[in-house]
């Protein structure tokens, strides 16, 4: 079992930037492709970013591009999602997921993943 933990959300103002961590424990060889999601009130859970297991192939949903990058340091068993230019709109719980299953494809659907943090705050003020 993989066990994650996200940090690094708090208050920022539109425009502003915050960079989210995500510490994997557990039989982390066990964790591949990592993503983050994002879960408004009252909305469905969204993909944000993927990245696959070594960090050669990620994705960036059309909202985010250009202004988010995640990236991942499998020796410190960590992912990250580097946010700039927030939106009040963005305001949400952000969550790590990981996937225990290698695959090529992409993954971006929330039943993708098998493991998932308890999530972090992220509050955009205008």
């Known amino acids: 079992q993989v066990q994650l933990v996200e940090s690094g959300g708090g208050l920022v103002q539109a425009g502003g930037s915050l960079r989210l961590s995500c510490a994997a424990t557990g039989r982390t060889s066990r964790m591949y492709a990592a993503g983050w999601f994002r879960q408004a009130p009252g909305k469905e859970r969204e993909i944000v970013a993927s990245?696959?297991?070594?960090?050669?192939?990620?994705y960036l949903s059309d909202p985010v591009k250009g202004r988010f990058t995640i990236s991942r340091d499998n020796a410190k068993n960590m992912v990250y999602l580097q946010m700039s230019s927030l939106k009040p709109e963005e305001t949400a719980v952000y969550y790590c997921?990981?996937?225990?299953?290698?695959?090529?494809?992409?993954?971006?659907?929330?039943?993708?993943?098998?493991?998932w943090g308890q999530g972090t705050q992220v509050t955009v003020s205008s």
């Open positions: 997921a990981g996937d225990g299953t290698f695959s090529v494809e992409e993954k971006l659907l929330p039943h993708d993943y098998d493991y």
């Open positions: 990245i696959s297991w070594y960090g050669v192939k990620t």
